[in-house]
């Protein structure tokens, strides 16, 4: 069972602005990183609750969960056959509640 993954805007931005900075220092450092996310954000549309939930939501009712790689933080939302990539921040910001 393959879940369809879709992106906020917001995460979409994140994302790319992440990756823009990171290849401004070193390419071979932003596509390693880049790889890297995408393959985890794939895994989960095999196995949605592999990750744990998002310590940050609050009134989580366990369909908001999150993983850190390469200190980037992934929060998404997990419902029926979709998951949505909600937010990309490195792990050395302050977390906003969402």
Do not use: C
Not at 23 to 39: D, P
């Amino acid at each position: 069972m393959s879940l369809t993954i879709k992106w906020n805007l917001a995460a979409v931005k994140q994302f790319d602005k992440a990756i823009e900075y990171i290849a401004s220092i070193s390419v071979q450092n932003a596509q390693k990183v880049e790889t890297g996310l995408i393959n985890a954000i794939q895994k989960i549309a095999q196995q949605p609750e592999f990750y744990p939930r998002d310590k940050y939501k609050l009134n989580n009712d366990g369909s908001f969960r999150a993983f850190e790689l390469h200190r980037y933080r992934i929060s998404y939302r997990y419902i029926k056959k979709e998951i949505r990539i909600l937010r990309v921040r490195h792990t050395s910001m302050n977390p906003l509640p969402y």
